[in-house]
């Protein structure tokens, strides 16, 4: 078990509003990733949950009891800290031993429960040693340890893989996966990495300014994004934004050409079109209906690996980015001219937001 | 606002045993001296005190001695915490240069600064006899015939012997300091080909700044407290050229039982001692700040 | 090469300089010592390097004078007031730390360092003598604690501010209170800055004069006011004075170089950052 429930949940610190009224369920062995910008309130979040910061007001409910006022040590609940936490004065083996201490459990009981985690998460011949002697992998591993040998309802993740290298990241995001689906628990992973995200996450909750932005599958995320704000912080290249109005007839004008879309926008007549790069195509043929032939002026080509990333100009001014595969690459020549194609159906629409 | 234990947030519950114990120890003294210093309170006459206001200050204020002990401290605070700063600055950017035996050196040199200040005051004032101490003896045989402790220089021999103990406390906060301090710049400085006067003007000093102010006013209100020296060597004398102003209050209360008054003392003296704290804090204050 | 400078002249003026402050500061202990072994009819001859060294002054101060009796004292005392400055100092100093809403606490906490001793004199020593506690080891001990426990307090801060917070909040997760996670896992990470301002505040204490020379008689005096009672002009004491130096100044010298690294971060640590 391990059911999470956020209701009406806020947190401000004197006038700033940290989390500004969040609604959330958390279903059981979920993994869920809270991602959002630096800043957004994710952290807050989780040390709300964790009961390390005091709500303002709203309710936390695990289990469907509510939560609220307990002290962290009544929640049931485990966390794994950005830095480890690790208690630098006791050994690797006091240091998983520490919250079954707490708890009363009895030495033997500790002992054996110690070795057990030791041995999953292969670090028995590193107990009798302190913290600062371990690397940085094993360091995240005696804290990832150290949470899961109680047996808590939820796990708590605090961009617990931002201080490993590249390598060492993506073993220990498998490991972590790995451990979710043996020991079923519900998870909530904070991360500013969409890919560490879109990776792990059985739903994704993007957060800004304190506030949900869209909560969904990485998919739903990906070709679904609901807000400007979440189809511009994923994806990379970032999507393009193109600004236009929109007609009676459901026509779209923009300074780079019209089209029709057969979405109506929700509201508003300015909107923001959104394009993911690799929806712009290099395109010879004549235009159809459904979408806009552009003329563009090829103004930068980056490879990276086995894709480029073509940078692209219209006439208007309005920029665009592509990308396409690394063998296409002598199609784009910087300061040529080509055309390239948008499909409505790879369109997004947003309302335009004034500032 | 009344609160049960049970409610109290633990961060009262941890700062309660200090504020109770600096309550009785601190505050309750504070306030029994301010209503001391309106007192005609005398050791002599311990049954017979009067409320005579602020006749003490009147009296404190317009004593010549009182006056000349808080000259004596001012001259022998200025005079020891620069020479102090100068010194311990100088030993501080050598020490950092040194190859070999830094650290040796570095702990004999903070010696001083650990050892009772009574210890230090009465091995000075038999190193500088005039009749038996070694410096002068030595001194004499090279033609120098100097009276250490005499009219003209005695307030200066105290000021080098608080300088001998207190130089050593300087030269640890610059040495941490200088450690502090971040290596780009100097490395910058030296692609740039800036020399080393340079270097030290506006790289090392700028940067030093704030531990320089807090290792001044540290120093500097350590300083008003000199008794040690002037018990220990020469009584106030001659004259009164030594009486500091620790002194006074000692001799004022102590042996002349003039409770009263001698708080009145103390009170004109902290009164000072803010009021410096203050400016040296607020002249400082827009460059420590960034 | 002792000394790294470029040019040879530097390099040579400030050896120089190191050799002439290191001997500065160490002549006199050099001198008190020699002194020390120095037979009774030749103290405080300037003009006598070379003679027959003698325990006799030692053994003077050691079994026919009060000395033992107060070095004991100041043992006693030093170690009485730290041991309530860090009971009381302790979770003072790791509330200023972690807590918001201590700001002016800090600086009171300094405040109350820098208080000057005459003016606290006054009010204890008369309020000990209506206590009856003139020459009593507990009014030095509560004379001293007004400028121990600050130091102490002070030090700590330091030493707190640098333990991660994410420790506590690792360990309250792991199911021990607030309280819990302070004594189980702060303290003990704390423990090198604790023994370091123990030190630090055993040393002020032992080396007080003022409030002891004013507090203390026959039964209590400490031995910096036993050194005082030294003072005399003449040279025939000068030995067993520079006895009771050394025996105060030996343990002190060895106990602050075992702290010595731990010093700035006490004394200035917490006050550069300002």
């Known amino acids: 078990m391990g059911q999470v429930t956020f209701k009406n949940l806020s947190k401000s610190f004197g006038p700033a509003n940290i989390i500004d009224g969040i609604n959330l369920e958390i279903r059981n062995s979920e993994f869920l990733v809270l991602l959002g910008p630096s800043g957004c309130g994710k952290s807050t979040t989780l040390r709300l949950l964790a009961g390390l910061e005091t709500v303002s007001s709203g309710k936390i409910l695990i289990d469907g009891k509510d939560v609220t006022e307990l002290e962290p040590r009544e929640r049931d609940i485990a966390m794994v800290f950005q830095n480890y936490a690790l208690y630098p004065t006791m050994t690797v083996a006091q240091n998983i031993g520490f919250g079954l201490k707490a708890k009363k459990t009895p030495p033997k009981l500790i002992k054996e429960k110690v070795n057990d985690i030791a041995e999953l998460l292969g670090l028995t011949h590193l107990l009798n040693r302190k913290p600062n002697s371990l690397s940085g992998g094993q360091q995240q591993r005696v804290a990832i340890g150290r949470a899961i040998v109680r047996k808590p309802k939820v796990f708590l993740f605090d961009e617990p893989l931002s201080n490993l290298d590249a390598n060492l990241r993506l073993e220990m995001r498998a490991e972590i996966m790995k451990l979710h689906r043996e020991l079923g628990a519900t998870t909530i992973f904070v991360t500013h990495d969409q890919e560490e995200a879109m990776a792990m996450a059985d739903r994704i909750v993007i957060m800004d300014n304190g506030l949900i932005e869209q909560v969904g599958t990485p998919t739903e995320i990906y070709f679904q994004p609901k807000t400007r704000m979440v189809a511009g912080f994923i994806g990379n290249p970032s999507m393009n934004f193109i600004e236009g109005q929109i007609s009676k007839n459901c026509e779209i004008s923009m300074a780079i050409g019209r089209i029709k879309v057969n979405i109506p926008p929700n509201s508003g007549k300015d909107v923001e079109v959104g394009i993911r790069p690799e929806k712009i195509k290099l395109d010879e043929r004549k235009s159809k209906p459904t979408e806009i032939k552009v003329k563009v002026l090829v103004t930068n080509v980056e490879l990276l690996g086995p894709r480029a990333v073509v940078k692209m100009q219209h006439e208007s001014g309005q920029q665009l980015t592509s990308v396409v595969d690394h063998n296409e690459m002598d199609k784009y020549r910087v300061g040529t001219k080509i055309s390239v194609s948008l499909a409505s159906q790879a369109l997004h629409i947003f309302p335009r937001i004034r500032d | ?290 | 090469m002792i000394i790294s400078f470029e040019n040879q002249l530097s390099r040579f003026l400030g050896t120089i300089a190191i050799f002439t402050a290191i001997i500065v500061v160490l002549f006199p202990f050099f001198w008190i010592f020699l002194e020390s072994l120095k037979p009774p009819s030749l103290g405080g001859r300037p003009d006598v390097w070379f003679f027959e060294p003698t325990w006799e002054n030692w053994s003077e101060i050691v079994l026919n004078s009060g000395v033992p009796l107060n070095i004991l004292n100041s043992f006693f005392i030093a170690l009485i007031t730290v041991v309530i400055s860090l009971i009381c100092g302790a979770p003072a100093a790791y509330a200023f730390s972690r807590f918001r809403g201590f700001h002016g606490a800090r600086y009171s906490i300094l405040a109350a360092e820098m208080m000057p001793p005459a003016i606290l004199i006054l009010p204890l020593f008369l309020l000990l003598y209506k206590l009856e506690l003139i020459d009593s080891r507990i009014g030095v001990i509560i004379a001293h604690l007004t400028f121990v426990v600050p130091v102490i307090t002070w030090f700590l801060i330091g030493f707190f501010d640098e333990v991660p917070k994410d420790l506590e909040d690792q360990a309250m997760i792991d199911g021990y209170t607030r309280f819990q996670a302070f004594y189980k896992v702060i303290l003990p990470i704390v423990r090198p800055g604790l023994g370091a301002a123990a030190v630090f505040g055993f040393v002020l204490s032992w080396n007080d004069l003022f409030y002891s020379l004013l507090l203390t008689g026959a039964e209590s005096r400490t031995l910096p006011v036993a050194i005082a009672s030294f003072w005399t002009f003449r040279g025939i004491e000068l030995g067993k004075m520079a006895v009771a130096i050394l025996i105060a100044v030996i343990p002190v010298l060895i106990l602050s170089y075992s702290i010595q690294k731990h010093l700035i971060r006490g004394i200035g640590g917490s006050g550069v950052k300002y």
């Open chain 2, 1 to 290: 606002m009344l609160m049960n234990a049970a409610q109290m947030h633990i961060k009262y519950k941890l700062i309660l045993p200090l504020v109770f114990l600096l309550f009785g120890i601190m505050l309750y003294p504070l306030f029994f001296s301010l209503w001391l210093s309106l007192q005609d309170y005398r050791l002599t006459r311990i049954n017979d005190v009067q409320f005579v206001g602020l006749e003490n200050f009147g009296l404190i204020a317009t004593d010549p001695s009182f006056l000349n002990a808080m000259g004596n401290t001012i001259s022998f605070v200025v005079g020891a915490v620069i020479l102090e700063l100068i010194l311990g600055l100088s030993l501080a950017l050598l020490i950092q240069k040194l190859v070999i035996f830094r650290g040796a050196i570095r702990s004999i040199l903070l010696a001083p600064m650990f050892i009772t200040p009574i210890a230090v005051g009465l091995m000075f004032r038999f190193l500088l006899n005039s009749e038996i101490g070694i410096i002068p003896f030595y001194l004499l045989k090279v033609g120098i015939s100097l009276d250490w402790f005499g009219p003209g220089l005695a307030l200066f021999s105290i000021v080098l012997i608080d300088v001998w103990q207190w130089t050593p406390f300087m030269l640890l906060m610059f040495l941490a300091g200088l450690e502090a301090l971040p290596k780009t710049p100097f490395e910058a400085a030296r692609v740039d080909g800036a020399g080393r006067w340079l270097t030290f003007s506006s790289i090392t000093l700028p940067l030093l700044r704030p531990v320089i102010v807090v290792a001044l006013i540290i120093r500097a209100l350590d300083a008003f407290k000199v008794f040690e020296y002037v018990f220990a060597i020469t009584r106030g004398g001659p004259g009164n050229s030594t009486e500091t102003i620790m002194y006074y209050i000692y001799q004022t209360g102590f042996r002349f039982f003039r409770m009263g008054e001698a708080a009145a003392a103390s009170i004109l003296l902290i009164i000072f001692i803010l009021i410096f704290v203050i400016l040296i804090v607020n002249l400082s204050r827009p460059k420590v700040i960034k």
